[in-house]
Nanobody, 127 residues
Framework: EVQLVESGGGLVQPGGSLRLSCAAS????????MSWVRQAPGKGLEWVSA????????QYADSVKGRFTISRDNAKNTLYLQMDSLKTEDTAVYYC????????????????????WGQGTQVTVSS
């Protein structure tokens, strides 16, 4: 069974940090590009960041560039998102998503463009 399980969300004050994890199982993690996508309350999905299958290529949305860092450990089948200098507007449910290497690395929040999608973890930034 394919699973993407996010963890690490929670309540944090503005300016604080959180590290999200996404544990993958049931498929060959190293053969998939990975992305983080978020959904703020009452809003649509927003693409946040992507990393290539080997980790060499990384991309970020302008809204998080310089504050968030995406990484992966293929030996542990785990994707990470280090979030620093958090703002109230970062409040959202954060999802990890997998896209097979043969389909290319994409910058999109469209669920149909991904092979697998997690259940999400809530991040709340508030004082």
């Amino acid at each position: 069974e394919v699973q993407l399980v996010e963890s690490g969300g929670g309540l944090v004050q503005p300016g604080g940090s959180l590290r999200l994890s996404c544990a993958a199982s049931g498929f060959t993690f190293s053969s998939y590009h990975m992305s983080w996508v978020r959904q703020a309350p009452g809003k649509g999905l927003e693409w946040v960041s992507a990393i290539s299958s080997g980790g060499a290529s990384k991309q970020y949305a302008d809204s998080v560039k310089g504050r968030f860092t995406i990484s992966r450990d293929n030996a542990k089948n785990t994707l990470y998102l280090q979030m620093d200098s958090l703002k109230t507007e970062d409040t959202a449910v954060y999802y990890c998503a997998a896209r097979r290497v043969g389909l290319g690395l994409v910058v999109t929040a469209n669920r149909n463009e991904y092979n697998y999608w997690g259940q999400g973890t809530q991040v709340t930034v508030s004082s």
